[in-house]
């Protein structure tokens, strides 16, 4: 073996000290690098050789050599991209955001991608993002500054648009952290969000989480984003439920295996990492809001956590002052706009739900609505307004009412009257409405009509058969416009309601069975329509959200002998339960009168 010599180990530690860092593929697979460009490690595996990311700190171990290579090359083979090296930072971060290749997250603020390519469109078609030919979405411009201003209403991208602020996302960058969840694990769900459930929660700002550069793996995202996104992606695996195909899940070692518990967990565990009591954000009241989401949309016996975390999300609200009109006037004017939606999102989401659970209610409309036309998109911010003027025409009164705590005195049918006539007058704006908000509010409206009918039932003010609300059959007319707005609607928009939804067609159902019930041995046309509107909710509510609804067999308890009078009981593959006994009880607590009682208060009724 030849001897070596001083001028042999100069050169070589001079060749070492000069491979300063490994190129990106090299890190992730744990390979040795030669620091060329293209490495020889690269060329061996025929993958692209890129040095973008900038060094990170020591931390756990990524992914085996063989499960990062196989993944590298799919983003090899899903980017087109030329032969020459190094490769576009464009096309190599553009496909390796969407993986999850690593839980490391870099303390660097910036993400090194000039040209972000955001989705081409949310909410129904209502481009934000600007599209070219065959949808595909065009380059943006180096300047961040101006993402702002360069989206035109339409989607039209206009490239002299020359805002003079830059995006606000940069702001999130401030804290690094190192989560077990990588960013990259966030878009999907983000952008599944923005499809379904904006035109619902309509108080964040697409411009802002459609953003690629936000889930990077060089973003250092702070822990009040990093939680705020883990309780989004909870929520909206939940609500969607088999809705919409998720994306494929990974459980993380030690984690539950059920990836919306897992984002769960995760934003708990985050939340305990900074003080978000002492000085809440709108990122504070909203992560608390999907909190509240999530287990709202779980079983039962998660109603009372669900009910904490709104209660929450309403008390970080109120210290913000969001209630309050002449603070929301000393903020940023936008600012004060996504203050105002979150104020009357909570206020609309505690009515529903206080009503459901019978529980009381906060809120009051306090502050001047969202401006329309100010808006990224007036059409959907409209269907919004307008179902914040239905449940306003929901009062204390009305919660009293229907809680059983104010005098019975209250419930007049003058009340009553007025009550079921400022809901119908909510039908007079629904025209240009979001087929999801036109669900909503129509399918709500009728619930609540409902509602009063049965307050009516409750308090002796049945009219018997004639004109008015408060007829015994009233509620299969509410019955059939129900079946009308649902039986050709889109599934998905129906099932983006989560079990919200669920509940009012159960509680319409529940009642229609209520009133045949009390109608037995009645021929007419009326109950017999009846039986077919109520078999109709029976079959929606067996396929809601791509399974069987949980409230479907408490409403075929009542249904059961119903259906076997004039109905087939070959509408769904289910083995009904014995008859239900002289009273039976609703899934939100309502008491149905006895057959025998029902009859009295409607013969007594039509006396007065």
């Excluded at 991209?81 to 576009?88: A, E, I, L, R, V």
């Excluded at 990259?184 to 411009?207: E, G, W």
Aim: aromatic share 8%; net charge neutral; with cysteine.
């Amino acid at each position: 073996m030849p001897q070596e010599t001083g001028e042999t180990r100069h050169s070589a530690t001079k060749q070492a000290s000069s491979i300063r860092r490994a190129c990106d593929c090299c890190r992730k697979r744990k390979v040795r690098c030669n620091g060329e460009s293209p490495c020889g490690p690269c060329r061996k595996a025929a993958i692209r050789c890129c040095y973008l990311q900038p060094p990170k700190k020591k931390g756990p171990k990524g992914l085996r050599s063989a499960q990062v290579l196989r993944a590298l090359r799919e983003i090899d083979e899903a980017t087109p991209h030329s032969n020459d090296f190094p490769c576009s930072p464009n096309s190599f971060l553009d496909g390796y955001s969407q993986l999850s290749l690593s839980s490391e997250s870099s303390p660097g603020g910036g993400s090194g991608v000039e040209h972000p390519l955001p989705p081409t469109s949310i909410a129904q078609g209502y481009a934000f993002y600007p599209t070219g030919a065959h949808g595909h979405p065009q380059p943006l411009p180096t300047d961040p500054a101006l993402l702002a201003a360069a989206y035109a209403f339409d989607g039209t991208w206009h490239s002299a648009a020359m805002p003079a602020t830059e995006p606000r996302w940069s702001s999130l960058e401030s804290r690094p952290m190192l989560p077990d969840v990588a960013n990259a694990r966030f878009y999907p769900y983000v952008h599944i969000f923005f499809n379904n459930l904006f035109p619902i929660m309509p108080v964040i700002d697409p411009k802002i989480y459609l953003d690629h550069r936000l889930y990077s793996p060089a973003t250092a995202m702070t822990p009040e984003t990093h939680s705020f996104l883990c309780a989004l992606s909870a929520a909206t695996i939940v609500q969607l439920s088999s809705s919409v195909p998720l994306p494929s899940f990974d459980p993380l070692p030690g984690r539950p295996s059920s990836e919306g518990d897992m984002f769960v967990e995760e934003c708990l565990r985050t939340r305990q990492r900074y003080d978000y009591i002492s000085k809440p954000t709108s990122l504070t009241v909203i992560t608390s809001f999907f909190l509240f989401a999530y287990y709202g949309n779980k079983e039962g016996e998660r109603s009372e956590k669900a009910w904490h975390y709104l209660q929450e999300s309403i008390s970080f609200a109120e210290i913000m002052d969001l209630d309050d009109d002449r603070a929301l006037a000393r903020d940023d004017p936008i600012e004060a706009q996504w203050k105002r939606r979150l104020f009357w999102l909570l206020f609309i989401t505690e009515r529903a739900y206080a009503i459901q659970r019978r529980k009381h209610t906060r809120l009051q409309p306090s502050i001047e609505l969202p401006l329309l036309f100010d808006s990224e998109d007036p059409r959907l911010l409209n269907g919004f307004v307008t179902l914040v003027h239905l449940y306003s025409a929901i009062d204390q009164k009305f919660i009293g009412i229907w809680r059983g705590t104010r005098q019975r005195a209250l419930c007049s049918a003058s009340w009553l009257a007025e009550t079921q006539s400022s809901l119908d007058t909510v039908a007079l704006a629904m025209e240009n409405i979001i087929e999801t908000q036109h669900l909503d509010i129509s399918v709500s409206r009728e619930w609540l009509h409902v509602l009063v009918w049965q307050m009516g039932v409750s308090n002796g003010l049945i009219w018997g058969r004639g004109q008015g609300g408060m007829r015994l059959e009233y509620p299969v007319e509410l019955a059939r416009r129900v079946v009308r707005i649902t039986e050709d609607a889109n599934p998905l928009a129906l099932d983006s309601h989560g079990i919200g939804m669920e509940q009012k067609l159960s509680d319409i159902g529940g009642c229609v069975a209520d009133v045949l019930r009390c109608a037995a041995g009645d021929t007419s046309d009326t109950f017999a329509h009846g039986r077919q509107y109520l078999s109709s909710i029976v079959k929606r509510l067996s396929v809601m959200r791509g399974r069987e609804s949980r409230y479907l067999e408490p409403l075929m308890l009542k249904v059961d002998t119903l259906l076997d009078q004039g109905v087939p009981r070959g509408i769904m593959d289910l083995s009904l339960p014995p008859p239900p006994p002289t009273t039976t009880s609703d899934v939100d607590g309502y008491s149905a009168p006895s057959t025998a009682s029902c009859r009295s208060t409607a013969i007594q009724g039509s006396k007065k």
